[in-house]
Protein backbone atom coordinates (compact mmCIF):
# COMPACT_ATOMS: atom_id res chain seq x y z
CA UNK A 1 0.00 0.00 0.00
CA UNK A 2 1.52 3.12 -1.30
CA UNK A 3 0.97 6.63 1.05
CA UNK A 4 0.22 9.43 -1.28
CA UNK A 5 0.70 13.14 -0.24
CA UNK A 6 -1.83 14.45 1.63
CA UNK A 7 -5.10 15.74 -0.41
CA UNK A 8 -6.28 19.22 -1.26
CA UNK A 9 -9.16 19.35 0.72
CA UNK A 10 -10.22 23.26 -0.75
CA UNK A 11 -12.95 24.20 -2.47
CA UNK A 12 -14.48 27.55 -3.80
CA UNK A 13 -15.88 30.10 -2.07
CA UNK A 14 -19.78 28.78 -1.49
CA UNK A 15 -21.94 31.76 -2.30
CA UNK A 16 -24.75 30.18 -0.37
CA UNK A 17 -22.40 30.59 3.31
CA UNK A 18 -23.01 34.32 3.75
CA UNK A 19 -26.89 33.42 3.70
CA UNK A 20 -26.60 30.28 5.97
CA UNK A 21 -24.06 32.29 8.60
CA UNK A 22 -26.70 35.01 8.57
CA UNK A 23 -29.85 32.22 9.49
CA UNK A 24 -27.51 31.17 12.48
CA UNK A 25 -27.22 34.23 13.42
CA UNK A 26 -30.46 35.14 13.10
CA UNK A 27 -31.90 32.42 15.08
CA UNK A 28 -29.49 33.41 18.23
CA UNK A 29 -31.50 34.31 21.20
CA UNK A 30 -32.00 33.78 25.23
CA UNK A 31 -33.05 29.93 25.89
CA UNK A 32 -36.39 29.78 26.95
CA UNK A 33 -37.29 29.73 30.83
CA UNK A 34 -40.06 27.50 31.09
CA UNK A 35 -42.84 25.86 29.73
CA UNK A 36 -41.01 24.12 27.36
CA UNK A 37 -41.14 19.92 26.91
CA UNK A 38 -39.60 18.18 24.52
CA UNK A 39 -41.46 15.78 22.19
CA UNK A 40 -40.49 11.58 22.33
CA UNK A 41 -37.03 10.29 21.60
CA UNK A 42 -38.02 9.15 18.24
CA UNK A 43 -39.04 12.64 17.17
CA UNK A 44 -36.15 14.41 18.46
CA UNK A 45 -33.01 15.89 16.73
CA UNK A 46 -30.01 13.77 18.30
CA UNK A 47 -26.28 13.41 17.20
CA UNK A 48 -23.66 10.55 17.50
CA UNK A 49 -19.97 11.40 18.06
CA UNK A 50 -17.68 9.15 16.71
CA UNK A 51 -14.01 9.58 18.08
CA UNK A 52 -11.42 7.54 16.30
CA UNK A 53 -7.83 8.81 17.71
CA UNK A 54 -5.24 9.28 15.21
CA UNK A 55 -7.88 8.59 11.94
CA UNK A 56 -5.79 10.80 8.89
CA UNK A 57 -7.11 10.81 5.54
CA UNK A 58 -3.85 10.18 3.49
CA UNK A 59 -4.67 6.58 4.80
CA UNK A 60 -8.10 6.84 4.85
CA UNK A 61 -9.06 7.82 1.20
CA UNK A 62 -6.87 5.79 -0.73
CA UNK A 63 -8.48 2.53 1.42
CA UNK A 64 -11.79 3.98 -0.01
CA UNK A 65 -10.37 4.32 -3.50
CA UNK A 66 -9.79 0.62 -3.19
CA UNK A 67 -12.57 -0.30 -1.80
CA UNK A 68 -11.68 -1.37 1.62
CA UNK A 69 -13.96 1.72 3.66
CA UNK A 70 -17.59 1.18 2.35
CA UNK A 71 -18.91 3.36 5.53
CA UNK A 72 -16.07 6.31 5.13
CA UNK A 73 -16.68 6.28 1.27
CA UNK A 74 -20.71 6.74 2.48
CA UNK A 75 -20.60 9.71 4.69
CA UNK A 76 -17.77 11.30 2.74
CA UNK A 77 -20.13 11.17 -0.42
CA UNK A 78 -23.27 11.42 1.24
CA UNK A 79 -22.52 14.06 4.19
CA UNK A 80 -19.96 16.99 4.34
CA UNK A 81 -16.04 16.38 5.19
CA UNK A 82 -12.89 18.29 5.45
CA UNK A 83 -9.38 18.35 8.17
CA UNK A 84 -9.77 19.11 11.53
CA UNK A 85 -6.98 21.08 12.59
CA UNK A 86 -5.20 20.13 15.98
CA UNK A 87 -3.36 21.72 17.98
CA UNK A 88 0.43 21.62 19.80
CA UNK A 89 1.14 19.50 22.24
CA UNK A 90 -0.12 16.93 20.02
CA UNK A 91 -1.12 14.83 23.93
CA UNK A 92 -4.16 13.05 22.86
CA UNK A 93 -6.08 13.52 26.28
CA UNK A 94 -5.07 17.24 26.25
CA UNK A 95 -6.90 17.03 22.68
CA UNK A 96 -10.07 14.96 22.98
CA UNK A 97 -10.59 17.53 26.48
CA UNK A 98 -10.41 20.57 24.13
CA UNK A 99 -13.61 18.80 21.85
CA UNK A 100 -15.42 18.08 25.08
CA UNK A 101 -15.11 21.17 26.86
CA UNK A 102 -15.12 23.99 23.54
CA UNK A 103 -12.25 25.47 25.67
CA UNK A 104 -8.33 25.41 25.29
CA UNK A 105 -5.99 23.54 27.58
CA UNK A 106 -4.82 26.77 29.04
CA UNK A 107 -8.46 27.07 30.44
CA UNK A 108 -9.76 23.17 31.02
CA UNK A 109 -6.22 22.52 32.31
CA UNK A 110 -5.92 18.83 31.11
CA UNK A 111 -2.60 19.33 29.53
CA UNK A 112 -0.69 15.70 29.53
CA UNK A 113 -1.20 12.23 30.03
CA UNK A 114 0.31 12.63 33.84
CA UNK A 115 0.01 15.27 36.13
CA UNK A 116 3.59 15.50 38.61
CA UNK A 117 3.49 14.82 42.24
CA UNK A 118 6.02 15.67 44.57
CA UNK A 119 8.83 13.30 44.89
CA UNK A 120 9.38 13.44 41.30
CA UNK A 121 6.37 10.59 40.74
CA UNK A 122 3.43 10.93 37.90
CA UNK A 123 -0.50 10.45 38.27
CA UNK A 124 -2.33 9.67 35.12
CA UNK A 125 -4.89 12.58 34.51
CA UNK A 126 -8.80 12.29 35.30
CA UNK A 127 -12.02 14.32 35.36
CA UNK A 128 -11.45 15.55 38.70
CA UNK A 129 -8.46 17.98 37.50
CA UNK A 130 -10.48 19.19 34.58
CA UNK A 131 -11.51 22.92 35.40
CA UNK A 132 -14.80 23.30 33.20
CA UNK A 133 -17.76 21.05 32.12
CA UNK A 134 -17.35 19.36 29.43
CA UNK A 135 -20.34 18.21 27.04
CA UNK A 136 -21.64 15.21 28.90
CA UNK A 137 -22.15 18.10 32.12
CA UNK A 138 -24.20 20.31 30.47
CA UNK A 139 -26.20 18.24 28.20
CA UNK A 140 -30.00 18.33 29.74
CA UNK A 141 -29.28 20.76 32.72
CA UNK A 142 -31.65 23.36 31.27
CA UNK A 143 -35.03 22.90 30.06
CA UNK A 144 -35.75 19.84 27.88
CA UNK A 145 -34.18 17.03 30.15
CA UNK A 146 -31.95 15.94 26.91
CA UNK A 147 -29.87 12.75 27.82
CA UNK A 148 -25.85 11.93 27.31
CA UNK A 149 -24.16 8.83 26.70
CA UNK A 150 -20.67 8.74 26.91
CA UNK A 151 -18.51 5.47 26.28
CA UNK A 152 -14.42 5.72 26.74
CA UNK A 153 -14.16 9.40 26.19
CA UNK A 154 -10.48 9.96 27.03
CA UNK A 155 -10.08 11.87 30.78
CA UNK A 156 -13.05 10.57 31.63
CA UNK A 157 -12.49 8.55 34.86
CA UNK A 158 -14.02 8.76 37.65
CA UNK A 159 -17.38 9.01 36.16
CA UNK A 160 -19.58 12.42 36.79
CA UNK A 161 -23.15 12.15 37.25
CA UNK A 162 -25.26 13.12 34.14
CA UNK A 163 -28.53 13.24 32.92
CA UNK A 164 -27.35 9.69 31.18
CA UNK A 165 -24.75 6.93 31.34
CA UNK A 166 -21.08 7.46 31.14
CA UNK A 167 -18.64 4.85 30.77
CA UNK A 168 -15.18 5.93 31.80
CA UNK A 169 -12.07 5.50 29.63
CA UNK A 170 -10.58 3.40 32.74
CA UNK A 171 -11.84 0.31 31.90
CA UNK A 172 -8.82 -1.32 29.65
CA UNK A 173 -6.53 -0.47 32.20
CA UNK A 174 -8.04 -3.61 34.62
CA UNK A 175 -5.40 -5.71 32.22
CA UNK A 176 -2.14 -5.51 33.44
CA UNK A 177 0.02 -4.56 30.36
CA UNK A 178 3.33 -6.54 30.68
CA UNK A 179 1.34 -9.81 31.38
CA UNK A 180 -2.16 -9.67 30.26
CA UNK A 181 -3.73 -10.86 33.31
CA UNK A 182 -6.13 -8.97 35.51
CA UNK A 183 -4.93 -7.34 38.04
CA UNK A 184 -6.85 -8.02 40.57
CA UNK A 185 -10.07 -10.04 39.44
CA UNK A 186 -12.62 -9.50 36.95
CA UNK A 187 -13.05 -5.87 38.34
CA UNK A 188 -10.29 -3.65 39.91
CA UNK A 189 -10.32 -3.31 43.96
CA UNK A 190 -10.01 0.37 44.94
CA UNK A 191 -11.64 1.59 41.79
CA UNK A 192 -14.34 3.20 42.03
CA UNK A 193 -16.67 4.86 39.79
CA UNK A 194 -15.70 3.61 36.79
CA UNK A 195 -19.59 4.11 35.26
CA UNK A 196 -22.31 6.67 35.96
CA UNK A 197 -24.60 4.61 37.53
CA UNK A 198 -22.47 2.76 39.41
CA UNK A 199 -25.36 -0.05 38.67
CA UNK A 200 -24.52 0.21 35.19
CA UNK A 201 -21.01 -2.23 35.86
CA UNK A 202 -22.82 -5.45 36.24
CA UNK A 203 -25.14 -4.79 32.67
CA UNK A 204 -21.73 -4.01 30.65
CA UNK A 205 -19.14 -6.65 32.83
CA UNK A 206 -19.75 -9.97 30.40
CA UNK A 207 -19.41 -7.31 27.33
CA UNK A 208 -15.31 -6.72 28.47
CA UNK A 209 -12.98 -8.44 25.81
CA UNK A 210 -9.38 -10.00 27.32
CA UNK A 211 -6.43 -9.68 24.94
CA UNK A 212 -6.44 -13.44 25.57
CA UNK A 213 -9.73 -13.76 24.41
CA UNK A 214 -8.80 -12.60 20.88
CA UNK A 215 -8.95 -15.80 18.49
CA UNK A 216 -6.70 -16.86 15.36
CA UNK A 217 -9.86 -16.12 13.29
CA UNK A 218 -10.00 -12.50 14.10
CA UNK A 219 -6.22 -11.77 14.04
CA UNK A 220 -5.79 -13.29 10.61
CA UNK A 221 -7.76 -10.16 9.27
CA UNK A 222 -4.23 -8.75 10.85
CA UNK A 223 -1.47 -10.69 10.20
CA UNK A 224 -0.68 -14.52 9.82
CA UNK A 225 -0.59 -15.48 13.86
CA UNK A 226 1.57 -18.73 12.40
CA UNK A 227 4.46 -16.39 11.61
CA UNK A 228 4.78 -13.91 15.07
CA UNK A 229 7.58 -16.30 16.16
CA UNK A 230 9.65 -15.39 12.77
CA UNK A 231 9.52 -11.58 14.43
CA UNK A 232 12.24 -10.05 16.61
CA UNK A 233 12.00 -8.49 19.88
CA UNK A 234 10.91 -5.43 19.28
CA UNK A 235 8.28 -6.28 16.56
CA UNK A 236 6.59 -9.08 18.94
CA UNK A 237 6.14 -6.14 21.23
CA UNK A 238 4.60 -3.97 18.88
CA UNK A 239 2.46 -7.11 18.40
CA UNK A 240 1.45 -7.61 22.15
CA UNK A 241 0.80 -3.61 22.12
CA UNK A 242 -1.63 -4.53 19.48
CA UNK A 243 -3.35 -6.78 21.30
CA UNK A 244 -3.94 -4.61 24.43
CA UNK A 245 -5.74 -2.48 21.67
CA UNK A 246 -7.79 -4.25 20.28
CA UNK A 247 -9.40 -5.89 23.28
CA UNK A 248 -9.81 -2.28 24.24
CA UNK A 249 -11.64 -1.10 21.44
CA UNK A 250 -13.46 -4.14 20.89
CA UNK A 251 -14.66 -3.84 24.72
CA UNK A 252 -15.66 -0.27 23.70
CA UNK A 253 -17.53 -1.76 20.43
CA UNK A 254 -19.66 -4.09 22.15
CA UNK A 255 -20.49 -1.88 25.63
CA UNK A 256 -21.15 0.83 22.79
CA UNK A 257 -23.60 -0.73 20.64
CA UNK A 258 -25.14 -2.39 23.02
CA UNK A 259 -25.63 0.91 25.33
CA UNK A 260 -27.14 2.58 21.92
CA UNK A 261 -29.34 0.05 21.46
CA UNK A 262 -31.03 -0.51 24.70
CA UNK A 263 -30.61 3.12 26.11
CA UNK A 264 -30.80 5.61 23.48
CA UNK A 265 -29.99 8.95 24.05
CA UNK A 266 -30.20 12.73 22.46
CA UNK A 267 -26.50 12.67 22.67
CA UNK A 268 -24.70 9.35 21.93
CA UNK A 269 -19.90 9.89 22.40
CA UNK A 270 -17.98 6.99 21.85
CA UNK A 271 -13.86 6.96 21.21
CA UNK A 272 -11.51 4.57 20.07
CA UNK A 273 -8.03 4.30 20.41
CA UNK A 274 -6.64 1.83 18.32
CA UNK A 275 -5.76 3.72 15.48
CA UNK A 276 -3.58 5.80 17.46
CA UNK A 277 -1.45 2.96 19.05
CA UNK A 278 -0.87 0.95 15.42
CA UNK A 279 -0.46 3.86 13.56
CA UNK A 280 2.38 4.82 16.47
CA UNK A 281 3.36 0.58 16.05
CA UNK A 282 3.51 -0.08 13.01
CA UNK A 283 4.09 2.76 10.29
CA UNK A 284 7.50 1.17 9.33
CA UNK A 285 5.70 -1.59 8.30
CA UNK A 286 3.23 -0.50 6.55
CA UNK A 287 5.31 2.07 4.64
CA UNK A 288 9.26 0.67 5.33
CA UNK A 289 10.49 3.36 2.66
CA UNK A 290 9.59 6.20 5.18
CA UNK A 291 12.23 5.16 7.56
CA UNK A 292 15.45 6.26 7.15
CA UNK A 293 17.09 3.20 8.09
CA UNK A 294 14.74 1.16 6.38
CA UNK A 295 12.46 -1.95 7.58
CA UNK A 296 12.94 -5.75 8.04
CA UNK A 297 11.26 -6.62 4.73
CA UNK A 298 10.42 -10.18 6.20
CA UNK A 299 8.71 -8.53 9.17
CA UNK A 300 7.19 -5.71 6.65
CA UNK A 301 5.75 -8.55 5.01
CA UNK A 302 3.78 -10.28 8.14
CA UNK A 303 2.83 -6.98 9.91
CA UNK A 304 1.91 -4.70 6.68
CA UNK A 305 -1.46 -4.82 7.11
CA UNK A 306 -2.16 -4.31 10.70
CA UNK A 307 -3.04 -0.45 10.19
CA UNK A 308 -4.72 -0.64 7.15
CA UNK A 309 -7.14 -3.74 8.59
CA UNK A 310 -7.07 -1.90 11.68
CA UNK A 311 -9.57 0.92 9.74
CA UNK A 312 -11.12 -1.47 8.18
CA UNK A 313 -12.14 -2.84 11.45
CA UNK A 314 -13.33 0.70 12.45
CA UNK A 315 -14.80 1.57 9.24
CA UNK A 316 -16.92 -1.90 10.76
CA UNK A 317 -17.87 -0.26 13.62
CA UNK A 318 -18.81 2.96 12.15
CA UNK A 319 -21.10 0.80 9.68
CA UNK A 320 -22.89 -0.47 12.84
CA UNK A 321 -23.72 2.55 13.76
CA UNK A 322 -24.85 4.20 10.83
CA UNK A 323 -27.31 1.20 10.65
CA UNK A 324 -28.39 2.09 13.80
CA UNK A 325 -29.39 5.95 12.66
CA UNK A 326 -32.94 7.57 12.01
CA UNK A 327 -33.66 9.69 10.14
CA UNK A 328 -33.60 12.42 13.21
CA UNK A 329 -29.40 11.49 13.58
CA UNK A 330 -26.39 13.45 12.72
CA UNK A 331 -23.45 11.72 12.70
CA UNK A 332 -19.79 13.78 13.35
CA UNK A 333 -16.87 11.64 12.87
CA UNK A 334 -13.35 13.09 14.47
CA UNK A 335 -9.94 12.33 14.89
CA UNK A 336 -7.38 14.66 17.09
CA UNK A 337 -4.87 14.78 14.84
CA UNK A 338 -3.15 12.70 12.16
CA UNK A 339 -0.22 11.17 11.76
CA UNK A 340 3.70 11.02 9.97
CA UNK A 341 6.29 8.67 9.92
CA UNK A 342 8.94 9.08 12.74
CA UNK A 343 12.46 8.04 13.27
CA UNK A 344 13.12 7.57 17.13
CA UNK A 345 16.63 6.07 17.46
CA UNK A 346 16.10 4.88 20.72
CA UNK A 347 12.61 3.96 20.50
CA UNK A 348 12.19 1.03 17.46
CA UNK A 349 9.21 0.45 18.22
CA UNK A 350 7.79 3.59 17.86
CA UNK A 351 7.32 4.73 13.79
CA UNK A 352 4.56 6.87 14.14
CA UNK A 353 3.73 10.25 15.45
CA UNK A 354 1.68 12.77 15.23
CA UNK A 355 0.67 15.72 12.71
CA UNK A 356 -1.68 17.90 13.27
CA UNK A 357 -4.16 17.15 10.17
CA UNK A 358 -7.10 15.24 11.69
CA UNK A 359 -10.56 14.53 10.04
CA UNK A 360 -14.11 15.52 10.57
CA UNK A 361 -17.21 14.32 8.55
CA UNK A 362 -20.84 15.03 9.10
CA UNK A 363 -23.67 12.95 7.77
CA UNK A 364 -27.71 12.66 8.53
CA UNK A 365 -29.90 14.92 9.76
CA UNK A 366 -29.73 18.79 8.15
CA UNK A 367 -26.04 17.93 6.50
CA UNK A 368 -25.37 18.92 2.93
CA UNK A 369 -24.39 15.89 0.57
CA UNK A 370 -20.84 15.94 -1.40
CA UNK A 371 -19.22 19.38 0.51
CA UNK A 372 -15.79 19.86 1.79
CA UNK A 373 -15.43 21.71 5.22
CA UNK A 374 -12.99 23.98 5.26
CA UNK A 375 -11.16 26.07 8.44
CA UNK A 376 -12.47 23.38 10.87
CA UNK A 377 -10.78 23.24 14.45
CA UNK A 378 -11.00 20.81 17.54
CA UNK A 379 -12.53 23.90 19.15
CA UNK A 380 -15.56 23.71 16.85
CA UNK A 381 -16.95 20.48 17.20
CA UNK A 382 -18.70 21.26 20.32
CA UNK A 383 -20.73 24.11 19.13
CA UNK A 384 -21.59 22.42 15.90
CA UNK A 385 -22.72 19.62 17.90
CA UNK A 386 -24.90 21.93 20.11
CA UNK A 387 -26.20 23.65 17.52
CA UNK A 388 -27.91 20.29 16.02
CA UNK A 389 -28.68 19.46 19.39
CA UNK A 390 -30.23 22.90 19.79
CA UNK A 391 -28.50 23.15 23.26
CA UNK A 392 -27.27 26.42 24.61
CA UNK A 393 -24.09 28.25 23.21
CA UNK A 394 -22.15 29.39 25.93
CA UNK A 395 -20.56 33.24 24.41
CA UNK A 396 -17.51 32.18 26.23
CA UNK A 397 -16.62 29.54 23.30
CA UNK A 398 -14.02 30.70 20.95
CA UNK A 399 -14.93 27.85 18.35
CA UNK A 400 -17.86 28.27 15.94
CA UNK A 401 -20.36 26.14 14.73
CA UNK A 402 -19.18 24.73 10.83
CA UNK A 403 -22.21 26.16 9.36
CA UNK A 404 -21.10 25.37 5.85
CA UNK A 405 -21.82 21.56 6.57
CA UNK A 406 -25.51 22.27 6.74
CA UNK A 407 -28.10 22.49 4.03
CA UNK A 408 -30.52 25.55 4.75
CA UNK A 409 -32.97 23.42 5.42
CA UNK A 410 -31.56 21.93 7.97
CA UNK A 411 -29.98 25.15 9.31
CA UNK A 412 -33.64 26.49 9.23
CA UNK A 413 -34.71 24.10 11.79
CA UNK A 414 -31.61 25.25 14.03
CA UNK A 415 -32.61 27.67 16.75
CA UNK A 416 -29.60 28.56 18.03
CA UNK A 417 -29.63 30.14 21.76
CA UNK A 418 -26.84 31.90 23.71
CA UNK A 419 -25.82 31.98 27.21
CA UNK A 420 -22.99 34.43 28.35
CA UNK A 421 -20.94 31.58 30.45
CA UNK A 422 -21.66 28.10 31.32
CA UNK A 423 -21.99 27.08 34.67
CA UNK A 424 -19.03 26.02 36.72
CA UNK A 425 -18.29 22.37 38.19
CA UNK A 426 -19.24 21.79 41.50
CA UNK A 427 -16.17 20.72 43.93
CA UNK A 428 -15.34 17.54 43.81
CA UNK A 429 -13.64 14.90 46.00
CA UNK A 430 -10.46 13.16 44.84
CA UNK A 431 -10.55 9.53 43.56
CA UNK A 432 -7.21 7.37 43.28
CA UNK A 433 -7.14 4.07 41.71
CA UNK A 434 -3.97 2.76 43.46
CA UNK A 435 -0.92 2.57 43.01
CA UNK A 436 -0.84 -0.63 41.14
CA UNK A 437 -3.32 0.71 38.60
CA UNK A 438 -1.05 3.63 38.03
CA UNK A 439 1.78 2.05 37.42
CA UNK A 440 0.42 -0.09 34.78
CA UNK A 441 -0.99 3.22 32.63
CA UNK A 442 2.45 4.73 33.21
CA UNK A 443 4.05 1.28 31.64
CA UNK A 444 1.93 1.80 28.92
CA UNK A 445 2.45 5.51 28.33
CA UNK A 446 6.37 5.03 28.03
CA UNK A 447 5.89 1.75 25.41
CA UNK A 448 4.40 4.24 23.01
CA UNK A 449 7.02 7.29 24.12
CA UNK A 450 4.38 9.40 25.81
CA UNK A 451 6.32 9.49 29.21
CA UNK A 452 10.57 9.73 29.47
Given at each position: M?????V???H?????????L????????P????????????QRD??????V???????I??LI??G??????????G????V???M?P???????T???T??????H??A?????L????Y?PV?????A????W???????G??D?????W???W????????????Y???I??W????P???T??????R??Y????M?????L??K???I??A?????????????LG??A????????W????D?T???????????R?V?L???Y????????????K?T????M???????????????????Y?????I???F??????????V?????G??P???P???TT????R???IV?????????????????L?????T?????????S?????K???E?F??S?TR?????????Y???PS???S?????????????????GY?Q
Open positions: SLPRPSLRPPLPLLPLLAILVACGGPSTGGFHLPPLAKVILFGDGADWQVRPDARLPNFKKIVGGASGLQSETLSPSLWTVAGRPPQVHIDFIVGAGGSKTSEMRVPAFNLVGQGDGRVGVVALASPAEPVHGYVVSSLPYYNSTGRLKGLVEGIPQTPDSLTEIEPKTPEAGPQLAKFYDPGRIPEKDKECVEGFLSLASEYRRIGLHLFTRPDFAIFGGVDVVSHRFWFWPDAPYGTDRTEAKILQEVIPAYEYIDGLGDVARMDDRTTLVLSDHFKVYLNKPSGHHLEGALYGRGIVKGRTVEGATLDILPVFALLGEPLRELPGVLAAEIGRLHLTYVNAPSLRASGPGEEVDANVLQRLKSLV
